[in-house]
């Protein structure tokens, strides 16, 4: 059965290939490269031994999207990855992030509406809920208004694909609302890859362990929590790619109880900033050199999931600790940077 991933090459796209690959899937990746390396091909057939099907194609371009469903009418689903991600850069270039993350999950859409029956998975964030009222975060919790663009291509996105889902029987769609995905494959050939000084915590841990920066800034250690840094639940980046694929064998088998879903993906337990930092230097046996400064905007104090949806209807659990996570983020970035 042939699966379209759409920024197949990116950090949790291409994890998911592999799983998908190694579950006997046939993948067709689309991506643009614009924050990833045709290089991680190279990586996803070291570890399945199959090189999956590449399109270099802008799905901003509209007539290569209709072309490429044109030419490929075996597509029985589509995880959709595709999307800039940075949160900063959106509050800049809103428009840049409507246009990347909206228009081209409509052409997607639009595609998938043809067919008499398609699966669709759609990469979500926790971020939708912005600070919730309680922990751990359940589906339910409201979703509150977007922080930023990057976030409100969240919110959109899922009412979009709900709208479209509603009146379209054919079309059946998961969205998955990632916490903090971190790590790397444990066999080191394909891992985060992220342009430019990194946003994200993990990968400034381990650039920093590795002397690429000088220091980690903990932004802010005057929260409400126990040590005073932020909460979050740290997800391993291999579990989350299962997620994808056992959300997808639901649609494809028929299993879905609506024809749209939504499931949280993280592992239940919140680790504060320091907590990373330690994970890190526990795994290393390296010093962090760190320094608080002051909070971040934005940032919400605290965010760990409710995953008893995920566990008990989609039969999926996260299996990996922080800290088995963080090792495999370290002994990628070594590997990276021998
Ligand atoms: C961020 C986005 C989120 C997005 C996700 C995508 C914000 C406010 N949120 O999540 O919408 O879905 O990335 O990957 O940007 N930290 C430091 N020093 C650093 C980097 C981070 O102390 O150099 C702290 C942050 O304050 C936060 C935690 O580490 O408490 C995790 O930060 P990060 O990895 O950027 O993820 P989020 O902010 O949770």
């Not at 940075?86 to 800049?92: H, K, N, R, T």
């Not at 000084?197 to 929590?225: C, H, K, M, S």
Request: proline share 4%; with cysteine.
């Amino acid at each position: 059965m042939k699966i379209l991933v759409t920024g197949g090459l990116g950090f949790i796209g291409s994890h998911t290939v592999v799983e998908l690959q190694e579950k006997g899937f046939e993948v067709v990746i689309i991506d643009d490269c614009s924050n990833s390396d045709e290089q991680v091909l190279n990586g996803i057939t070291a570890i399945t031994g199959k090189r999956p099907e590449f399109e270099k194609i802008d799905l901003k371009e509209k007539d290569k999207v209709e072309d490429f469903f044109k030419r490929h009418q075996d597509v029985a689903g589509v995880i959709h990855f595709a999307a800039s991600k940075a949160v900063g850069e959106s509050v800049e270039k809103p428009l840049l992030y409507y246009e990347n993350n909206i228009g081209t999950l409509v052409y997607i859409l639009k595609e998938l509406c043809k067919k008499n029956k398609a699966s669709f998975i759609f990469s979500s964030s926790c971020t939708v809920y912005g600070q919730a009222d309680k922990m751990p975060i359940t589906e339910d919790a409201p979703v509150k208004v977007a922080e930023s663009p990057y976030g409100n291509t969240k919110q959109m996105g899922e009412e979009i694909i709900a709208d479209t889902c509603k009146v379209t029987p054919g079309l059946n769609a998961i969205a998955l609302r990632y916490f903090n995905p971190m790590g790397a494959h444990p066999s080191a050939e394909i891992g985060e890859l992220p342009k430019g000084v990194p946003q994200n915590l993990v990968p400034f841990i381990t650039q920093t362990g590795i002397g690429l920066r000088d220091q980690l800034a903990v932004f802010g250690d005057d929260y409400p929590t126990e040590d005073g840094t932020c909460i979050r639940d740290y997800i391993y980046v291999v579990d989350l790619a299962k997620a994808h694929v056992v959300a997808l064998e639901r649609l494809l088998d028929g299993k879905n109880a609506d024809n749209y879903e939504v499931f949280n993906v993280g592992t239940g337990t919140g680790s504060s900033v320091l907590e990373a930092i330690q994970s890190f230097e526990r795994v290393s046996g390296k010093k962090l050199n760190y320094k608080v400064v002051d909070r971040r905007p934005g940032d919400i104090t605290t965010a760990y999931a409710d995953t008893t949806k995920a566990n008990e209807i989609l039969g999926w659990k996260s299996e990996y600790t922080l800290d088995e996570a963080m090792k495999s983020a370290w002994v990628w970035e070594q590997k990276i940077r021998d």
